[in-house]
């Protein structure tokens, strides 16, 4: 009776140990954002991605529709995982909504931007997400966000450098295509800065002024970033958070079903090439 008890506690360690260090690839609904969502969530399941990150946007209202994305996610066996919020127009009400949502999906991270320059209260970000975070069980991360200026003075958005965005949750999220190639800043460096923090990574591959473009297509599956170092360097780091495909719609071949089901299964070979297989 006793070795039976004790091979049940070795598989729930064991068990616990692999949930930890599970690899998850997640599609952005942005990356297919011309398409439906009932067709994102095809599209997902028949790439055996691991799940969804819903992106919100002000217009779409389905993506709004908590009841109605639980029954899609349902229907197909595939998880809203991560959500991420619009990049503008945000208050303590829609971190509210957002945060419903999520916690009728059972997502785990949720991704807000920093405030956009027009933003007069600015206390949902500085303050609210950091209650919001204490209050459930949610990773609540910011993500960086492209060096714009307008006029080329006023930031675009505000208090977004990697280590303003860091402090306020201690959750972040790093988009590859946001980082900035005229700094010194590269993704290692952004990896190596936020590390821990983050929660999330969005995918794409990045060259000169074209950005969120598929990874891996620069020839011989490599990628113009030094995305194969940026996976090698996450995976020895042993980094277990999310990886999120957002890539232009145009860049999986939206419009053409075949072609975005074969730039999907390219990207999964590729992610789990680098990543998830690498030794």
């Known amino acids: 009776m006793f070795f039976l008890y004790f091979l ?112 007069k209260n600015l206390n949902w970000y500085s303050r609210y997400l950091s209650k919001v975070k204490r209050d459930t069980h949610l990773s609540v991360a910011i993500k960086n966000v492209e060096s714009d200026f307008i006029y080329f003075v006023i930031p675009k958005y505000k208090n977004s450098t990697l280590y303003e965005i860091k402090k306020v949750t201690w959750d972040t999220a790093l988009d590859l295509s946001s980082v900035s190639s005229e700094s010194w800043m590269d993704i290692l460096k952004a990896q190596k800065m936020l590390w821990s923090s983050m929660k999330n990574i969005f995918l794409s591959d990045k060259r000169g002024a074209h950005t969120w473009i598929l990874p891996g297509t620069a020839g011989g599956w490599i990628s113009y970033l ?38 999907l299964d390219f990207v999964k070979s590729y992610y789990t090439k680098h990543f998830k297989n690498f030794r």
């Open 226 to 263: 030094p995305l194969e170092s940026f996976f090698m360097k996450l995976k020895t780091t042993g980094y277990n958070g999310f990886i999120t495909l957002k890539v232009k719609p145009n860049e999986l071949g939206a419009g053409n079903e075949e072609r975005v089901v074969q730039n």
């Open 8 to 119: 049940s506690f070795c598989v729930r360690i064991i068990n616990i140990i692999q949930t930890n260090i599970l690899h998850v690839l997640l599609l952005s609904t942005s990356s297919l954002q011309w398409y439906g969502l009932h067709r994102i969530f095809d599209f997902a399941k028949k790439s055996w991605f691991d799940g969804i990150d819903l992106s919100l946007t002000r217009s779409n209202y389905d993506l709004w529709d908590e009841d109605y994305i639980k029954y899609l996610s349902d229907s197909f066996d595939v998880p809203v995982l991560s959500i991420t919020a619009p990049s503008r127009w945000m208050n303590e009400k829609r971190v509210d909504q957002i945060i419903s949502i999520a916690n009728k999906l059972k997502s785990q991270v949720v991704t807000f931007s920093p405030p956009y320059h027009t933003d």
